[in-house]
Every structure is written in C-alpha cells, then in structure tokens.
C-alpha cells in the first residue's frame, strides 16, 4: 500500500454482534472482506464450453520500450533494475489498486498491518540482488568492515512462542514432552540435514541450472515419505516438521517434497536440535515491519509514478518476430486498452500467464501443469487493549499454537513499537488451506461471519478475552497465494527454460515470477525480476 494510503474496502459485511464463546463482555465486531480482488481474476476463467468471453475493442493504443505485466515482487523488481540501469521508457500492469502482491500492508483502526508476507530473512550470501537493496534502502551498511543491519527493522526479541498443554514456551520446537527418544529423533535430523548440505548445497535463491542427483532423489517424494523412511515418526518432531512446510509452502509434509522441507533447513540456519548452541545463520534474525513486507515494496513502488497503472487485467499477450502486444482491461473505465512494446515481462503467475499469452510455448504449457498452488487466508484483528496472558513465556512477535489447529499463529503488528505499556494491537493471523480444490472452493464460499467465528474460536485457546476485545476483523483472501513445492517441481526442465531466452516467436516474452523456482518466498521472486530488468537494462 501506497504510505498514507487509506484502503478500499470491497464487499463489506455489515457490522453484527458476535456471540462470545463464553465471554461477559459483548462487543459489535465490524469487519469484511478485504484485499485480493478475487473478482477481477476470474474475469479470465474461460467462458462456457466452446466459447470464448468476449471483450470490447481495444478503446486506445499506447506504446512503450518495456512492458511489465504484474506488479509483485517480481514485477517491481524488474522495474527498479530497468531504472538502475537508465531505462525509464516502460509501464507497469497490475491487476489490485495497489502493486505489492502478497507483500502488501494495510491500515486497521489506524494500525499499520500485513496484508500477507510479513518478514524478510537476512539474506544470506547468494543473496546479492536482495542484500544490494537492502543496502540502497539503508537498512544495512559496512561498519569497520563487517555489514550490520539497522537493529530498528530487526524484529525485537522474544520473537517466537508456542502455546503447548496450556502454556506458553519460548520457541517454536515442542519441548514439553522431551524425552530421550524424541531429543535422538531431534539430533537425528539435525544431522540428516547437515549431511543433505554437504551433499550438495542448498541456495537461498536457487541455481538456474539443473539440481545436483542428490537433490532430484530428494525431489521425487514427499517429504512425509522421506521421514518415514528415516524412521523419524515422533509426534512432536512431525508437527514441528508440518508447521513449517505449511507456513513457508502453504501445505504440509505429506504433499511437499523431500527436497522442500529439507531445503526450509537447510537454505538458512540448519536445523537446531535441543542444547545445541545456535549458528551464526541462526543469530542473524529476521527483517520485519507493522505493515510487514508491505514496508519493502512500497518503497519499490513509490518511483514508478505514472509508469504504474492499477486496476489493470491482462486478457491478451501475443508475441511476435519485431514486438509484442498485450490486451488489458482497465476495471474503472471498464474498457480494453491496446500496449505495444519491443519487449514484455510477464512477472505473473505461470498459470495466468498460460492462459492469456497467445499460442503460448510449450515450456509455459508444460510449467503451468506442473504446479499447485495454496490458498491462503489472513485475518487482521484490531484489539481495543491487551489481552491477559498465560503462563509461560512473554508476549512475543510471532504467537502459534500447538496441536491440530487449521491456522499457523499470528504476529503481532505493535512488536516493533517497544510500546511501554501494552495497548492496542493488530494480530494479524494466518492459515494455508493446501493445494486441494476444496480448500480454494471453501475460502470464498464461506462468509465473513465464518470465518471470524473460526479464526475467533481458535484463537480463544490460549486468549479467552481476545473475542470481547476485538473490534474489528478484516479478511483477505488468496485463492493462489503460492505453488507449493510437490514432488518433480524442483527437477522441472519447463521451469528452467523459461528463466532464459527462449525461441522465435516468443523472444520478446521474459518471464519472471516466484513460480519459476517453484516455491514463493522474497529472494526468489525478487532475484527473477531484477535479473530480467537488468537484461533488458543493458539491451
């Protein structure tokens, strides 16, 4: 969201008591359905059987040297390459209000708040293209020789509990029910992942080039697989193991693969057994905000200006041997407008972009059924005053609650305020729905009024005064937040063809997207589009 920017708000629900799960106080909560225009992207869903939906004349023509079509990470990265390099003849296409993605902030009771990705993990060393931005933002800098980070966007201590047998720990690994088989099957994975890196290294963003064999071994099963082969079957260790695939790839163990749960390890800080000093990688921390990754991309998008056209639909893209044209509908004039350009950047999603490219190349084709995507929702909650708190460990900035809950936990939006008396908050909660059709059918079917009561009800746990305080609950949802990494993804030769150049008569499509790594974090969407804004910089 643009900075100051007040959100639109789509299809709210008029306000209405809530009953309060056992709770005194009564309280009107207000809220809806925010964010992601889910509306806009079915426009694209095809027609009846046999028919195409029919669209209106292009209304004008407009021309540029470089067309971006999205305005994600991806799509803002690309642009802010074309800029560092002195192309400032392109535009931007994006399909929400506002560019950002699923890194997106938002404002609740005047709360700033995430509105999906909410932090960054110091980039490691493979990690130029991002730790060169973050460096541009002043958010590090070399010091006698050593980089440091601006310790005021490094999120604060404590910074991750659990709620466990009605009580609150400190971390996110179950130690309540430690015993000697379970700190072996602890110290067990530890080493497996130590062993995977040494094996072949894992890269946080990943090599265009085809994986190491040890690797694609990993890839071609699960993960839930894999464990059971390691004989690695402790509950608390599985659940663990679960959260994690779920948080970072939107579904759990038994649908990603060995190579994605492993690579969550071993990417970043390696895996941490009980008693084990902690790794640098480990101490690094995180980078994070109230408006959570929505603080990154506002800044990319705030030199667009007038490059950046919102409300826009890509219906239509066809490439040719001296330039592409690309079909758009604007969602306020409800007319079509015609771009011509020499070049195109699809920082889209692959399955969208298969559909609306033209004769699109069988490596699009063969990517965009290769993937699966998770939807996702998020709920941010505005509480009027602090909640009580359990026993156990302090409020932290990351809050999950153990055993079989449908959600991941919430942040908390005020973390970083180092606030000297508690007050009011956003928590802004989060829960991934797998890649089943299902899960996607439910999350818009559903009404706000569910949703709230579920989010409420499972919250009430280790808050039982959380529903009288909140005074407001603002959902979005994201029927295809991310593809999750299934097995055969990493291995995907369609991925790999297209992040080069590909033949006549697409050569002037570039595509640059998460997807085309297979799995939807930062660095990797980031890494995509600056490579292909500097490729186009230099042309």
Not at 22 to 33: A, D, L, Q, V
Request: include cysteine; proline fraction near 7%; glycine fraction near 10%.
């Amino acid at each position: 969201m643009g900075q100051g920017a007040a959100l639109k708000r789509r299809d709210f629900l008029a306000a209405s008591a809530l009953p309060l799960l056992g709770c005194k106080e009564t309280r009107s909560i207000e809220g809806g359905f925010l964010g992601a225009n889910h509306e806009r992207g079915h426009l694209l869903r095809p027609g009846e059987p046999g028919k195409d939906r029919a669209w209106p004349a292009p209304s004008v023509t407009r021309r540029t040297r470089v067309l971006i079509a999205g305005g994600g990470v991806a799509g803002l990265a690309a642009a802010r390459a074309l800029r560092l390099r002195g192309m400032d003849d392109f535009a931007m296409l994006e399909l929400e209000d506002s560019a950002g993605g699923n890194s997106r902030g938002g404002v609740v009771g005047g709360l700033p708040c995430p509105l999906g990705a909410h932090y960054l993990p110091v980039p490691g060393e493979g990690a130029r293209d991002v730790q060169d931005l973050l460096e541009e933002l002043s958010l590090r800098r070399r010091v006698a020789g050593r980089w440091e980070y601006d310790e005021r966007h490094l999120c604060h201590s404590p910074q991750e509990r659990l709620f466990i047998h009605g009580q609150w720990q400190e971390g996110l690994l179950p130690l309540p029910e430690m015993d000697i088989a379970l700190l072996a099957d602890y110290q067990r994975f530890a080493r497996l992942v130590q062993q995977a890196s040494a094996a072949a290294p894992f890269s946080i963003p990943l090599p265009a080039s085809a994986p190491a064999p040890q690797h694609r071994a990993l890839d071609a099963l699960t993960f839930e697989a894999w464990l059971d082969q390691q004989q690695l079957t402790r509950a608390p260790l599985r659940w663990y193991l679960d959260y994690c695939c779920r948080d970072d790839y939107g579904a759990g163990l038994d649908t990603v693969s060995a190579w994605a749960g492993i690579h969550y390890f071993a990417s970043r800080h390696g895996f941490q057994a009980p008693g084990e000093p902690p790794s640098a990688e480990r101490d690094a921390g995180v980078l994070t905000w109230p408006e959570g990754n929505g603080w990154l991309t506002r800044q990319l998008a705030a030199p667009l200006g007038d490059r950046l056209h919102t409300g826009r639909i890509v219906i239509r893209v066809a490439a040719g041997r001296h330039g592409v044209e690309v079909d758009a509908f604007n969602a306020a004039t409800q007319a079509v407008e015609r771009w011509q350009a020499e070049h195109c950047i699809l920082a889209l999603p692959l399955f969208v972009a298969a559909r609306v490219v033209e004769n699109p190349p069988p490596a699009l084709r063969e990517a965009a059924g290769q993937l699966r995507y998770a939807p996702w929702l998020v709920a941010n909650l505005h509480i009027a005053s602090a909640l009580h708190d359990r026993p156990g460990a302090a409020p932290s900035w990351d809050n999950v609650i153990y055993g079989d809950k449908p959600g991941l936990g919430y942040v908390d939006a005020t973390h970083q305020s180092l606030q000297a008396v508690p007050g009011a908050t956003v928590l802004t909660y989060y829960r991934a729905f797998g890649i089943g059709a299902a899960g996607r059918k439910t999350l818009y079917e559903r009404l706000w009024t569910h949703w709230r009561d579920s989010v409420l009800a499972e919250l009430s746990g280790p808050h039982p005064d959380l529903p009288g305080k909140v005074t407001r609950m603002e959902v979005m949802r994201y029927g295809h937040a991310m593809s999750a990494p299934v097995p055969g993804v990493r291995g995907s030769s369609a991925l790999r063809a297209l992040q080069g150049v590909l033949p006549l008569p697409w050569r002037r499509l570039h595509f640059a997207h998460s997807d085309l790594s297979g799995y939807s974090v930062f660095e990797e969407a980031f890494t995509h589009g600056h490579r292909r804004g500097l490729s186009l910089g230099l042309a």
